[in-house]
């Protein structure tokens, strides 16, 4: 399995770097620095995305931990954490977040928005794919969970060539990361994470997500869906002008 993970992962890799590299290519002919090109500046807007990315996914996932609990699909049980454990979680989530969104969405999906002439629509549906693909050799994988990781794959996606940011996505990704696993106790993609709290399985794995984690649940699917909407409504409602505005006028 071990070795299984390793293939895939040098194949993704290996496509991200090279449709990264046709984009990177192609910001060059124009003129245009690489880390513009990745959309990593950091100003205002940057920063309201990922602070929103961080409220949609945190409040996205303790709905997911509510309604599992409601419903008795999972129990809790007290954890030991340190704080120390818990900020080397945080670091170690957000920098897995970050590469990921760099070589994905930077990276592999401006490649793929490039050869396949503009349509981002289809590009996004690739990139998801591929990020879903990516969890296949995980521990518990599931044809349950290649779909939650590639909603999440289109999640992602959509901030990225919606916002022209990649901090919305990043925002997305560590939040859902590390609420889901060093706070709340639930595996990530079939990972043991620790948490403040330990999480049981007591219902169907097909609501819950099992030893996978809500990726691979119905609820957390559902989830995805209500990410999608929230996100939407943030960029297209006047919600982040409004914000923007506030914090920096004029």
Same mark, same amino acid.
């Given at each position: 399995?071990?070795?299984?993970?390793?293939?895939?992962?040098?194949?993704?890799?290996?496509?991200?770097?090279?449709?990264?590299?046709?984009?990177?290519?192609?910001?060059?002919? *124009?003129?245009?620095?690489?880390?513009?090109?990745?959309?990593?500046?950091?100003?205002?807007?940057? @920063?309201?995305?990922?602070?929103?990315?961080?409220?949609?996914?945190?409040?996205?996932? #303790?709905?997911?931990?509510?309604?599992?609990?409601?419903? @008795?699909? +999972?129990?809790?049980?007290?954890?030991? *954490?340190?704080?120390?454990?818990?900020?080397?979680?945080?670091?170690?989530?957000?920098?897995?977040?970050?590469?990921?969104?760099?070589?994905?969405?930077?990276?592999? !999906?401006?490649?793929?928005?490039?050869?396949?002439?503009?349509?981002?629509?289809?590009?996004?549906?690739?990139?998801?794919?591929?990020?879903?693909?990516?969890? #296949?050799?995980?521990? %518990?994988?599931?044809?349950?969970?290649?779909?939650?990781?590639?909603? @999440?794959?289109?999640?992602?996606?959509?901030?990225?060539? #919606?916002?022209?940011?990649?901090?919305?996505?990043?925002?997305?990704?560590?939040?859902?990361?590390?609420? *889901?696993?060093?706070?709340?106790?639930?595996?990530?993609?079939?990972?043991?994470?620790?948490?403040? *709290?330990?999480?049981?399985?007591?219902?169907?794995?097909?609501?819950?997500? %099992?030893?996978?984690?809500?990726?691979?649940? #119905? +609820? @957390?699917?559902?989830?995805?869906? +209500?990410?999608?909407?929230?996100? !939407?409504?943030? !960029?297209?409602?006047?919600?982040?002008?409004?914000?923007?505005?506030?914090?920096?006028?004029?």
């Amino acid at each position: 399995m071990m070795n299984l993970r390793m293939v895939v992962e040098v194949l993704m890799l290996a496509a991200a770097l090279g449709f990264g590299a046709l984009a990177i290519r192609h910001w060059r002919a *124009q003129g245009t620095p690489v880390l513009r090109g990745l959309s990593l500046a950091w100003n205002v807007r940057a @920063g309201c995305d990922l602070m929103a990315g961080i409220a949609i996914a945190s409040l996205a996932m #303790l709905g997911i931990f509510l309604i599992e609990a409601a419903v @008795g699909a +999972v129990t809790t049980s007290p954890r030991q *954490q340190s704080w120390g454990e818990l900020g080397s979680w945080f670091l170690g989530k957000s920098a897995a977040s970050l590469k990921e969104e760099i070589l994905m969405r930077g990276l592999l !999906l401006s490649g793929l928005v490039l050869v396949l002439k503009g349509r981002r629509t289809l590009a996004i549906l690739v990139s998801a794919i591929a990020f879903g693909c990516i969890h #296949l050799s995980n521990p %518990g994988a599931s044809p349950l969970s290649v779909l939650g990781n590639t909603l @999440g794959g289109v999640i992602y996606g959509m901030a990225f060539l #919606l916002s022209g940011s990649l901090w919305l996505a990043i925002g997305l990704h560590v939040a859902w990361n590390f609420v *889901q696993g060093p706070l709340l106790g639930f595996p990530v993609s079939g990972i043991a994470a620790g948490g403040l *709290q330990q999480v049981h399985d007591a219902g169907p794995a097909w609501l819950s997500g %099992g030893a996978y984690g809500p990726e691979a649940g #119905l +609820v @957390g699917i559902a989830f995805r869906f +209500v990410i999608i909407a929230v996100m !939407l409504l943030w !960029l297209k409602r006047g919600w982040r002008r409004a914000v923007r505005t506030e914090i920096a006028p004029g």
